[in-house]
């Protein structure tokens, strides 16, 4: 008569949760009693029928291949007669199975006859049945929706924090012209923002005498260096002492009111009566925004 089990059955251990995969008819319909080859507990053990797995779906699931299926259960086997000879570790184990073994037709009982090699073989089995078990496990839970979604809602967050950073960066200038409270943070940063869109160039200063009073000239040029056209303010040139106090200051108006992208403007201006005691000049714009830092140039008296 055909046994009602299938060929292949699971087995746990209810002490340390070791599942083992058997043949069927090993446990038998009723239950038998076997023995932990993990923690070496007994119990009554019951077969678990594993649930059925789509026609379409065996292939994918299927972690070892038939060879390796046939390995593991020569290492169960091995882990079953080791189990069968070695004595239980607690008193209330050593009851005799509840259930005779009843081999089915063609199969052989397991030996009683345990060799001495047989407690490292079920070591060596339990081992590597482990192993296989939680490989298996794994590759289960990576494949979950679950888990899935947690993988791409990663990849999607650091994404967005990548481009958020990127812009805050490359998009700096236009960020501070709408929130002109994040220049400062620039700054912090070493990160420049030109507000303004218009820098100097060529900036030089020359200090003569005329009838013993000192005159300075200054030249200098402004370069739109933005992508729009900018209306250029007033500038203002300020006498510095050695100290980097601020001596004198006025302003000048260049000729041209509006500059187109990548287009300049010279600028000259002349003070009579300088102070003595200016060692340099600086350069800046009037229109109060933020801007990089203003140039500063030594005073230069034409003497060598």
Same mark, same amino acid.
């Given at each position: 008569?055909?046994?009602?089990?299938?060929?292949?059955?699971?087995?746990?251990?209810? +002490?340390?949760?070791?599942?083992?995969?058997?043949?069927?008819?090993?446990?038998?319909?009723?239950?038998?009693?076997?023995?932990?080859? +993990?923690?070496?507990?007994?119990?009554?053990?019951?077969?678990?029928?594993? $649930?059925?797995?789509?026609?379409?779906?065996?292939?994918?699931?299927?972690? &070892?291949?038939?060879?390796?299926? *046939?390995e593991l259960d020569a290492a169960?086997?091995?882990?079953?007669?080791?189990?069968?000879?070695?004595?239980?570790?607690?008193? +209330?184990?050593?009851?005799?199975?509840?259930?005779?073994?009843?081999?089915?037709?063609? =199969?052989?009982?397991?030996?009683?006859?345990?060799?001495?090699?047989?407690?490292?073989?079920?070591?060596?089995?339990?081992?590597?049945?482990?192993?296989?078990?939680?490989?298996?496990?794994?590759?289960?839970?990576?494949?979950?929706?679950?888990?899935?979604?947690r993988r791409l809602a990663r990849?999607?967050?650091?994404?967005?924090?990548?481009?958020?950073?990127?812009?805050?960066?490359?998009?700096?200038?236009?960020?501070? *012209?709408?929130?002109?409270?994040?220049?400062?943070?620039? =700054?912090?940063?070493?990160?420049?923002?030109?507000?303004?869109?218009?820098?100097?160039?060529? &900036?030089?200063?020359?200090?003569?005498?005329?009838?013993?009073?000192?005159?300075?000239?200054?030249?200098?040029?402004?370069?739109?260096?933005?992508?729009?056209?900018?209306?250029?303010?007033?500038?203002?040139?300020?006498?510095? $002492?050695?100290?980097?106090?601020?001596?004198?200051?006025?302003?000048?108006?260049?000729?041209? *009111?509006?500059?187109?992208?990548?287009?300049?403007?010279?600028?000259?201006?002349?003070?009579?009566?300088?102070?003595?005691?200016?060692?340099?000049?600086?350069?800046?714009?009037?229109?109060?925004?933020?801007?990089?830092?203003?140039?500063?140039?030594?005073?230069?008296?034409?003497?060598?």
């Amino acid at each position: 008569m055909r046994s009602p089990l299938p060929a292949s059955v699971i087995i746990e251990c209810p +002490h340390c949760g070791t599942r083992y995969q058997v043949p069927g008819d090993t446990i038998g319909p009723r239950g038998r009693q076997v023995q932990c080859a +993990h923690c070496s507990r007994a119990w009554q053990a019951v077969a678990v029928v594993p $649930d059925p797995v789509p026609a379409g779906e065996e292939a994918a699931d299927r972690i &070892f291949d038939e060879e390796e299926e *046939r390995e593991l259960d020569a290492a169960f086997a091995a882990a079953e007669r080791a189990a069968a000879v070695t004595p239980p570790t607690e008193p +209330h184990t050593a009851a005799a199975p509840e259930e005779p073994f009843v081999p089915a037709s063609g =199969e052989s009982p397991p030996s009683d006859a345990a060799t001495p090699s047989e407690p490292d073989a079920a070591a060596a089995a339990s081992g590597k049945s482990t192993k296989a078990f939680n490989r298996r496990q794994k590759s289960m839970a990576r494949r979950q929706p679950l888990a899935q979604f947690r993988r791409l809602a990663r990849l999607v967050t650091l994404s967005v924090l990548a481009l958020l950073v990127l812009c805050f960066l490359v998009f700096r200038t236009e960020i501070v *012209r709408a929130v002109p409270d994040l220049a400062g943070t620039y =700054e912090a940063l070493g990160l420049g923002v030109n507000v303004v869109g218009l820098e100097f160039g060529d &900036f030089n200063t020359v200090l003569t005498q005329r009838d013993g009073v000192p005159q300075l000239r200054v030249d200098a040029r402004i370069d739109n260096v933005s992508t729009r056209n900018v209306t250029v303010p007033p500038v203002v040139i300020s006498l510095i $002492d050695t100290a980097g106090n601020s001596l004198y200051e006025w302003s000048v108006q260049p000729e041209a *009111r509006d500059l187109e992208p990548n287009e300049s403007v010279d600028f000259s201006t002349q003070l009579n009566a300088t102070p003595v005691e200016a060692t340099q000049v600086r350069l800046s714009f009037a229109s109060g925004r933020s801007q990089p830092q203003p140039p500063i140039a030594a005073i230069d008296t034409g003497t060598p």
